[in-house]
């Protein structure tokens, strides 16, 4: 008997096929990037072989089947929003009342402007899905790697460690942004299908164009990605900390529900600025004639900090981990 057929043997015994399957990608994904580098005889800490590493990542990332059906989840949501809109108003134009107190009411003009649906799908997927999806993709950075005992040979490539930490941190951060402009895509294709399209009513109640509605629907949409950034820095720190990336998933989707909570609570109002998701929502203010851009700094400044706080003790834990799968 082979060893290969021992090993898949094995593997049936302890743990899912999938988890061969993985290792055997990633292990082919090495002898890539290694005999991508054997021409040259220089050192492999270049651009080039960053910039190889990191698309080798993404390509790695986005071609999971647990990434595709996160996206999948993500571009569902928007149009379940739009046809439960739909059935609800009967196709009928104009908008029930406002929105609650704790939102923009922008669920109320989405049977005038399908516009709109982009705004309400990031509104409803923000507090939940998007920091779940994340949070999954963070937590198994670091300890996904080492679970299916890749760790040490993308090590080995040689990438080291801060630029390995570097690259994850960079895949994580590019599917902050892919997430979300999944849901806002699929959000305005549904609205378009749905709803008429047209120029769209500010918060403040003043008009502007449709080219200023798009223009202002992609800056959310942005400023939602960056929002995940500190959340993406604090679920890479968790992945250093373990070998087990469900459980580094499970921490870290689980400290994003936590938090939340704590930041409705009264009690707490001294401490919730300094919240990660304190300020998520205030997206909204990009909807405003003028727009308000004091808590939207206030969320970039806060995003930074986290990922700057988060991203030196992921690396400094890595950097001094033995590596030992």
Known sequence: ???????????????????????????????????????????????????????????????????????????????????AVKVQTGGGSGGGGRGGDGGPAFIAQITNNGLFLVFTALAVTLPFFLPMAVGVIAGDAIAGEANSGTLRYLLVAPAGRTRLLLVKYATTAAFCLLA????????????????????????????????????????????VAASLLGLAALGLFVSTLTNSGIGAMATTVGLVITVQILDQIPQLHAFQPYFFPHYWMSFADLMRDPVYWDDLVRNLELQALYAAVFGSAAWARFTTKDITA
């Not at 290792?23 to 050192?43: C, F, G, T, W």
């Not at 999944?182 to 008429?196: E, I, K, N, Y």
Request: without cysteine; aromatic residues 4%.
């Open 180 to 223: 979300t402009l999944v849901v806002a895509l699929s959000a305005l294709a549904v609205g378009a299908l749905l709803f008429p399209l047209g120029d769209p009513t500010t918060i403040s109640g003043t008009r502007i164009g449709l080219g200023d509605g798009l223009l202002r629907a992609l800056l959310i949409a942005l400023t």
């Open 1 to 83: 008997m082979s060893r290969g057929e021992q090993g898949r043997q094995t593997d049936r015994a302890g743990r899912p096929d999938i988890g061969w399957a993985e290792r055997a990608n990633r292990a082919d994904r090495i002898q890539r990037l290694e005999k991508a580098e054997r021409p040259s005889a220089a050192p492999r800490t270049g651009p080039l072989w960053t910039l190889g590493l990191l698309r080798s990542e993404l390509v790695t990332t986005l071609r999971r089947w647990r990434t595709l059906a996160l996206l999948g989840v993500l571009a569902a949501v928007p149009v379940l929003v739009g046809v």
